[in-house]
């Protein structure tokens, strides 16, 4: 009963605050700054979409993940980029406007994306095709989750934007909140697993992770994108939305071992995204001009 209320009540509630939250950040402005930067938010998503489910499936099958612990890692390569990677690509001198239009396009563009890659992984890996509900039942879901909240967030933002501004920070502080919440309930109905799915899997999150923000940062680079832009992607790329993936895992699939790997990644990404920016600094400080 507990657990019914948890995953059909509780947490839809949350997630949904969390990225009313998100809607409050953005603006029809943010949508179009595609156009002028389009080489930038063309290849953010190419990756986003295309490179982080292949890197992870690579991964999955690679490390010989559980059937349940890889449908797990797809679901968070299909993730869209958290809010939190505007603040560590403002930290790391990133172009955080990039950032926002990345956030707020592959917001709506995972609504086709990620039922699209957890379809394909459930078959794959669990060969649920039989009885996992149509496609359309997950976009519907899914964009309840995310869609209806951010539209009213930036509806809020576009008429009433003192009381937006003034609502950011206690909500970001409560999305953190949120986040830490999910994973502890993870943990909790895992507990006895704990320790092997942590061995299990936190090899396969720290790979992902790795592949994610070095490919975001020199890929980009590669392509004489800024370095600003290279950093924003890098961040936008390696910073999943883990909350969204957990409550996926616990609340469309019922499957809690799913659950602990986006759990496992958010610890780890912020480790290492703490780490990226504090030297992506010190190396900016050591190339300036004395």
């Not at 059909?8 to 603006?27: C, E, K, N, R």
């Not at 890889?70 to 790391?92: C, D, E, K, R």
């Not at 496609?135 to 967030?153: F, S």
């Amino acid at each position: 009963m507990q657990a019914s209320i948890l995953t059909d009540l509780l947490l839809p509630l949350a997630i949904g605050i969390v990225m009313l939250g998100l809607g409050l950040s953005l603006t029809i402005e943010d949508f179009r700054r595609v156009a002028r930067y389009p080489l930038a938010v063309g290849f953010g998503l190419f990756l986003q979409v295309l490179l982080l489910p292949l890197a992870a499936f690579a991964i999955a099958i690679g490390l010989k993940l559980s059937a349940d612990h890889a449908v797990g890692l797809m679901l968070l390569a299909a993730a869209p980029g958290g809010a939190t990677a505007n603040i560590y690509s403002h930290l790391a001198r990133g172009d955080v406007a990039l950032n926002i239009t990345l956030t707020a396009v592959n917001s709506l563009l995972c609504l086709f994306t990620l039922p699209i890659v957890l379809d394909l992984s459930l078959g794959y890996f669990l060969d649920a095709e039989h009885y996992v509900p149509p496609p359309h039942r997950k976009v519907i879901e899914v964009g309840a989750i995310i869609l209806i909240p951010v539209a009213l967030g930036m509806l809020l933002r576009a008429r009433v934007e003192s009381f937006a501004i003034r609502a950011e920070t206690p909500i970001k502080i409560f999305s953190v909140l949120v986040l830490a919440v999910l994973i502890a309930g993870a943990i909790y109905i895992e507990r006895k697993a704990l320790l092997p799915s942590l061995i299990a899997v936190g090899g396969a999150c720290l790979a992902f992770n790795l592949v994610s923000m070095l490919a975001g940062y020199l890929a980009p680079l590669a392509l004489r994108l800024p370095k600003g832009q290279a950093v924003a992607i890098a961040m936008e790329i390696g910073i999943h939305n883990a909350a969204l993936a957990i409550f996926i895992a616990l609340n469309v699939l019922r499957n809690p071992a799913a659950a602990v790997v986006p759990g496992i990644y958010s610890l780890v990404m912020y480790v290492t995204a703490s780490a990226f920016a504090v030297w992506l600094v010190r190396r900016n400080a050591a190339l300036r001009p004395a």
